[in-house]
């Protein structure tokens, strides 16, 4: 694994960070004191990826979807006794 000091962590940043996103981790050190490891990020890849809307038009809510099951949850719940 590639150690670089600050100064040239500082001057190569873009060049370094390109590399550990490309899989190469480095290591930052100062006065050759081993302070931080960098390495790229776990990207989600196709299949762990979340598409918002994508059954739009396939599924259908009923009208009565806020009450479905109310009788039968009122039966479990003593109706509509309000205390």
């Known amino acids: ?5 600050m100064h ?7 060049r370094l960070v ?4 490309a899989g190469e981790p480095f290591i930052i050190a100062r006065a ?8 790229a990020l776990d990207t989600p890849d196709g ?3 979340r598409r918002l809307g994508f059954l739009r038009g396939e599924i ?13 949850i009122e ?7 309000r205390r």
């Open 1 to 5: 694994m590639n150690i670089v000091n």
């Open 75 to 81: 039966a479990l719940f003593g109706g509509n006794d």
């Open 60 to 72: 259908s809510v009923p009208e009565d979807f806020d009450s479905m099951g109310q009788e039968a």
């Open 8 to 14: 040239e962590a500082k001057t190569h940043l873009s």
């Open 47 to 49: 299949a762990q990826v």
């Open 18 to 21: 390109e590399q550990a996103a």
């Open 32 to 39: 050759g004191k081993p302070l931080v490891k960098v390495v």
